[in-house]
């Protein structure tokens, strides 16, 4: 491994009860009762389209774009006074740093919601840079953000690894030839299998790769 592609949310932050809080609020706002299933429908179909579904009946004029800055609008207090990195995720970066592999984040949350909260967490310390699916322009069914920073970096994917949470950006960074690690998350409820099965390793805690650093010889669990 000679660099490291961090997703953020569900990754190195705890942040998706959050998101899930307030996808909860906004359905009930609209009369959609968040079932035992709606995790699985989100991880399916995603939250954006599922938001779009609820509130078109009651606001026919709303464009997809209004919706996503209600959703995204509600978790800056958020991001900015409670959500915190992950189980280890700081010992994990700072392991990284003492071995001089360079460690970036790629992530679909806009910019504006997230960077005080790297600063306010520490995250930041640890962090070269950090580049979102809005400024690529593509989301992560689509390499680009992954392939962007590989090339920050002067690096081929084979020479970076990209830890995800969710099904989608794993396999898209595993077919674009990254080495991936699956991070284990309760917001991808059905998914941890297809996950585990995609994922180069999988693990539950940055514990995992603390005590078993990264092996590229195979797949190990952790």
């Not at 491994?1 to 899930?20: C, E, H, K, N, Q």
């Not at 996503?68 to 740093?97: C, F, N, V, W």
């Not at 306010?120 to 310390?125: D, F, K, N, S």
């Not at 640890?126 to 962007?148: A, M």
Request: aromatic residues 10%; hydrophobic residues 40%; charged residues 25%.
């Amino acid at each position: 491994m000679r660099a490291a592609i961090f997703d953020m949310d569900g990754t190195l932050v705890d942040s998706m009860p959050y998101w899930r809080q307030h996808l909860r609020d906004l359905l009930a706002e609209n009369g959609v009762d968040y079932g035992p299933q709606m995790d699985r429908i989100v991880n399916s179909q995603g939250a954006f389209d599922l938001l779009m579904e609820a509130v078109k009946p009651n606001h026919p004029d709303i464009s997809r774009s209004e919706v996503i800055a209600i959703y995204q609008g509600r978790m800056l207090e958020d991001y900015q006074t409670r959500i915190q990195p992950k189980e280890k995720a700081l010992a994990y970066l700072s392991s990284l740093r003492k071995a001089n592999i360079p460690c970036c984040i790629a992530t679909a949350t806009p910019r504006y919601l997230f960077e005080d909260m790297l600063v306010r967490t520490g995250l930041a310390e640890w962090i070269d840079f950090s580049i979102t699916v809005p400024e690529i322009g593509k989301g992560k069914g689509q390499p680009d953000i992954f392939l962007y920073c590989a090339d920050r970096y002067g690096l081929p994917p084979q020479s970076c690894v990209v830890f995800e949470d969710t099904l989608k950006a794993l396999r898209t960074a595993a077919q674009a030839q990254f080495y991936t690690v699956g991070i284990a998350d309760p917001a991808a409820v059905g998914d941890e299998e297809a996950i585990e099965a995609t994922a180069d390793r999988y693990i539950h805690s940055f514990q995992a790769l603390l005590d078993q650093p990264l092996d590229f010889g195979g797949k190990k669990n952790g």
